[in-house]
């Protein structure tokens, strides 16, 4: 899995997740990839990002029209999934219950653009989808008791 800084052609910012690049650069050439901000589909690559980021709270990764699943064979699931929840874990800022706050502000742009992780009802997420704020929801995120802080 890949993440890719993108922007559309009025430079709304966004990250995208992609299983590769060729994956990435068929999705775009099917007009998969939209703005999450204006539904913009003449998006480009950042080439300038050099980091990796992720469980921000603006995941605007998944295109908007379902796009054919990406089969995988041969992975071990379980392993992976552990290794994201991990990544998430390490890069990311537990807001805890104040997750939907923190993610209209950084939304709106009232508080710096980073990763946050917390709890938010499944009303909390609709009302942020609704406001065009995608949400990355881990449905079940097993904290090894090492990691908790
Ligand atoms: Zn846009």
Redesign the pocket.
């Known amino acids: 899995m890949i993440v890719y800084d993108l922007s559309?052609?009025?430079?709304?910012r966004f990250e995208g997740w992609f299983s590769s690049a060729e994956d990435f650069d068929a999705q775009v050439e099917d007009d998969q990839v939209s703005?999450p901000?204006?539904?913009?589909v003449s998006i480009s690559r950042q080439l300038s990002a050099p980091y990796v980021n992720t469980g921000r709270a603006e995941l605007a990764a998944a295109p908007a029209k379902p796009s054919g699943e990406t089969a995988v064979a041969g992975v071990d699931m379980e392993s992976l999934h552990r290794k994201f929840v991990e990544f998430v874990l390490k890069n990311s800022e537990d807001v805890g219950s104040k997750f939907p706050e923190e993610a209209r502000k950084i939304h709106y742009e009232e508080k710096p653009r980073r990763s946050i992780r917390g709890q938010a009802s499944p009303n909390d997420i609709e009302a942020l989808r609704d406001e065009g704020i995608d949400v990355f929801q881990v449905p079940d995120l097993p904290v090894p008791p090492d990691r908790v802080h």
Do not use: F, L, M, T
């Open positions: 559309c052609e009025k430079e709304h703005c901000v204006c539904g913009s």
